[in-house]
């Protein structure tokens, strides 16, 4: 089934529900799957998808390795391809990059970007293979269920390193709980973008089959019963996020950091007595 799902030639809607399955089977299974060739169909099947909500999907399976064994998951995507003879470390950590701020569903956020927090150390050790690692800095939506990007980088995006990518998207994510917080204590908690839920529904009308097989095969429950049980879900994110933004401003690469800041993201740190100085 999962084979199915993931073959480059299938529809990339019907991997909707391959990074839950497996996810679920590397848990409960383990070592008795051939982990290493499920997660290459995992990352090819990545590499051939559009749609934010079918990469997302995908990339939690990582992003749950990452959380579990960093280092191990590192070594083992620094081994693989893409099919295109890009490196699948640098892969996903360009796509996930790309997509984070698109990124629904609590649960998913919240190993997202505590997994965020575990990479940029790696990210800004002097030694980093990652350096050289260049990603857009442009705004990106969803119109129709596709990513589109804004006017004025369509023309010419502008490339940042991956490190202040990261850096930028965990201020924003700090900000996005801020608001979040700020909104549900004046009672103003505004719905899930339209443009999400729109996808999201005309996405499950394609799969209802894969969908009844999912709940036969025990998926939907099980992968309920994963997430409460991760113990991420304990992790205070508002909590997690300030201290370890505060913690990194001690860091050598800091001052270095906040010259790639706009005013607002420096507002932001401001804000929880962590100050960015521009030039």
Same mark, same amino acid.
């Given at each position: 089934l999962i084979a199915r799902m993931l073959d480059p030639a299938v529809s990339e809607y019907g991997a909707l529900y391959s990074g839950r399955l497996v996810s679920s089977l590397i848990k409960h299974v383990g070592t008795a799957l051939n982990v290493n060739d499920i997660l290459q169909a995992v990352l090819n099947k !990545?590499?051939?998808c559009e749609s934010?909500?079918?990469q997302q999907s995908l990339l939690v399976v990582f992003i749950? !390795?990452?959380?579990?064994d960093l280092e191990g998951s590192m070594n083992f995507l620094r081994?693989?391809?893409?099919?295109?003879?890009?490196n699948g470390l640098v892969y996903v950590l360009k796509s996930w990059c790309e997509i984070q701020e698109l990124f629904t569903g609590e649960y998913e956020t919240k190993v997202a970007v505590i997994a965020l927090t575990k990479f940029l150390p790696h990210l800004l050790a002097p030694d980093?293979?990652?350096?050289?690692?260049?990603?857009?800095?442009?705004?990106?939506?969803?119109?129709?269920?596709?990513?589109?990007?804004?006017?004025?980088?369509?023309?010419?995006?502008?490339?940042?390193?991956?490190?202040?990518?990261?850096f930028k998207i965990l201020v924003q994510e700090y900000s996005n709980i801020k608001e979040e917080r700020e909104a549900e204590n004046t009672g103003d908690l505004s719905d899930e973008d339209d443009d999400v839920e729109e996808e999201e529904e005309e996405i499950e009308t394609q799969l209802i089959s894969i969908a009844q097989l999912a709940h036969y095969l025990g998926e939907d429950d099980d992968e309920?019963?994963?997430?409460?049980?991760?113990?991420?879900?304990?992790?205070?994110?508002?909590?997690?996020?300030?201290?370890? !933004?505060?913690q990194l401003s001690t860091?050598?690469?800091?001052?270095? !950091?906040?010259?790639?800041?706009?005013?607002?993201?420096?507002n932001v740190l401001s804000s929880m007595q962590v100050f960015c100085e521009a030039d």
């Open positions: !990545l590499t051939s934010p909500t079918i749950k !390795l990452f959380n579990h081994s693989i391809n893409t099919p295109n003879g890009e980093s293979p990652f350096a050289s690692i260049m990603v857009s800095d442009e705004e990106m939506s969803l119109e129709g269920g596709r990513i589109t990007r804004s006017a004025k980088t369509q023309q010419s995006p502008t490339m940042i390193p991956i490190s202040v990518k990261v309920d019963a994963d997430n409460k049980d991760d113990p991420l879900n304990e992790v205070d994110l508002h909590g997690h996020l300030q201290q370890f !933004l505060t860091h050598a690469s800091y001052s270095e !950091l906040c010259q790639t800041l706009n005013e607002n993201e420096r």
